[in-house]
């Protein structure tokens, strides 16, 4: 089994998924932008061979290099988890005739327009939205969908370049900084808690399902610095709350044509208790999701899904086991990390349940914590009670901080 793999080292839980692919038996061959002297020693030992391209996200000079390299040499499957390397390997799959989800497939999980037309015409709740290339268009757009509406790129990924925007002022205040954005989504605001639906998929069915709460709404978290984000893995899938929102991912997982591999939803719960389509990609979730997942079943999800991906098989045991908190810090001040407290006092309070704490340490630089949505470093707690978890995650906000000047 010979596989491409887009991007092996950057975004770093890439490398994760490499290593699952070597595991289950597979050699990799790696493309990316990052120069072969920089590449992670992490990643080396995973890889076959390596193509470094000067922009990974230059489709058309990237197809043509790749084949250039590859001339005279045979490979089985062509992969990725990185949202803007999709569509290449997609299209890499087209040019060679081989195995795996179409252009016409993948766009629909890309295309966040697209998406939605076609879960509307399978009666799937999604929100009212348009797209929209003009400042014009997304006035008219406006006056049509109401406010609050949400603003966002339509091949976005995370809340980048993405605005909750309450009235006509605050869309002509937003619509400037949309400038590098060639279209966009402009789509009624759902008001309610935002939770994920992610999976494995074999053969177009989930062998893996997770549900994970934001705290607080990803949107909010991105425009106030003090705030500690978290997210929060259910163990119970079963309960009334949630299953509705697992009944609606399965839905649309089969109106978009899913077939293997990983995806990431995230949905809405009103008030009233309904669940509400919000966006989807094939591809694993960032920021630590995946490790959240094997923190939850006691799993390696990043090597079932290079099995699933090359030999259609699954063999981990998806039993959830814990609810699983990720705690995201950000220092204040800027500059140089100087001290953090309360870290010992909430580590002797957790005790076992604590299962990784990264931390940065003083002397390193604070990073923009626009930028990185694990800033500054994070911990992860689990514990099969969801009112324990919760209340050492929100001890993990409240208590440890991270100063820096």
Known sequence: MRVLFLSPAYPAEMIGFVRGLAEVGAGVWG??????????????????????VPRILDEGDVMNRVSD???????????????????????????????????????????????????????IRVPRSRRVRTAAEARAAAEEIGYPLVL??????????????????????????????????????IEGEELTFDTICLRGQPV??????????????????????????????????????VALGRAVLEALGMQDGFTHMEWYRTPSGEAVFGEIACRAGGAGLVDQMNYTCDADFYREWARVSCWGHFEADATRKYNVAMIFKRARGWGHIT?????????????????????????????????????????????????ETMRMAMAAAANVQIHAQ
């Open 339 to 387: 001290r953090i407290e309360g870290l010992h006092e909430w580590l002797r309070m957790c005790g076992p349940s604590v299962v990784e704490e990264r931390l940065s340490r003083p002397g390193t630089p604070r990073r923009d914590w626009k930028q990185s949505q694990k800033a500054d470093g994070y911990l992860i707690v689990r514990h099969p009670d969801w009112d």
């Open 31 to 52: 493309v990316g932008d990052t120069p072969r002297e920089e590449l992670p020693a992490s990643v080396k030992p995973y890889l076959v061979d390596y193509l470094h």
């Open 152 to 189: 966002k790129p339509i091949a976005g990924a995370g809340c980048a370049d993405t605005y909750a925007v309450a009235s006509a002022q605050e869309l002509e205040a937003a619509l400037p900084r949309m400038g590098g954005v060639s279209e966009a989504s402009c789509e009624e605001f």
């Open 69 to 123: 390299w590859l001339r005279g040499m045979h490979v089985d499957r062509v992969l990725t988890n990185w949202e803007p390397t999709v569509m290449l390997a997609a299209r890499l799959r087209e040019r060679w005739g081989m195995p795996g989800m179409s252009v016409d497939t993948v766009r629909a999980f890309r295309d966040k327009e697209l998406m939605k037309e076609r879960l509307r015409a399978k009666g």
């Open 208 to 245: 893996m399902e997770n549900v994970s709460l934001y705290v607080p709404k990803p949107l909010e978290a991105s425009k106030t610095e003090w705030i500690s984000p978290m997210s929060i893995s259910v163990r119970d899938l079963s309960q009334p709350q949630i299953a509705t929102g």
